[in-house]
């Protein structure tokens, strides 16, 4: 079963803009995880936010959690075509040693327009 | 430092026929995943190994579905006899261990006609 819901589905933005993505999911987490998908291809590790950690940052991409909303979001800012791709957000449960036994949501399409 | 290799990267197969998927992992890993990722949704956990041990199976349909990790190096997924909701990418992961960053392959195509 799918434990996130991406919001939105699909969000189309001008380079430069800032883009915004978020993630619920419904059961407690060890951390949540952050996956770009270009088409076509296999998904490629962006961030990983531990859930004692409210905010982490990677170059241009910055992921929040707020674990009592059970929620997470991340943002990429000044966006650039390269971007254009799918974003997933997954979770690993409690307890959990295993970081690549994930959960995912089922993606935000991404296009991002020059 | 080579990736994840998958092959074949597509495959078209009538309902009820058998394929194999190979997965190569990133030399040295000792973690390796399968993921089944159908049109539209994110990726599910098929099975995960820990060197040539299976770790966790519980979303693998096993009446139809058969993993191997022979060695602790490659893997082989099969599917016998395929249905129509078996077209979808197969995705290989794998990481140096359970608490590490999994890579992914560029996955395997399935169709099932």
């Known amino acids: 079963s799918q434990q996130g819901e991406e919001d939105p589905q699909a969000l189309s933005i001008q380079e430069g803009e800032n883009a915004t993505m978020n993630c619920s999911y419904k059961t407690s987490i060890n951390n949540l995880q952050w996956y770009r998908q270009n088409s076509g291809r296999g998904l490629v590790h962006l961030i990983l936010i531990r859930s004692n950690e409210r905010e982490k940052h990677s170059g241009r991409l910055r992921v929040t959690l707020d674990t009592s909303k059970k929620s997470s979001s991340l943002l990429i800012t000044a966006s650039r075509a390269a971007d254009t791709a799918s974003y997933f957000c997954?979770?690993?449960?409690?307890?959990?040693?295993?970081?690549?036994?994930?959960?995912f949501g089922q993606g935000t399409i991404l296009t991002v327009h020059p | 430092e080579a990736g994840v290799a998958q092959s074949p990267r597509y495959k078209i197969i009538e309902k009820r026929q058998s394929v194999a998927f190979w997965c190569n992992p990133i030399s040295g890993h000792a973690t390796l995943y399968w993921y089944q990722q159908i049109l539209g949704q994110g990726p599910k956990l098929l099975i995960q190994f820990q060197n040539n041990g299976v770790v966790d199976d519980s979303q693998l349909p096993k009446d139809r579905f058969s993993a191997e990790r022979l060695k602790g190096v490659d893997s082989t997924l099969k599917i016998q006899p395929a249905k129509l909701e078996d077209s979808a990418v197969y995705l290989c992961?794998?990481?140096?261990?359970?608490?590490?960053?999994?890579?992914f392959g560029e996955g395997s195509w399935l169709t099932v006609v």
């Open positions: 992961a794998s990481s140096w261990g359970l608490s590490n960053t999994i890579y």
């Open positions: 997954a979770t690993v449960p409690p307890g959990g040693t295993s970081y690549g036994k994930l959960t």
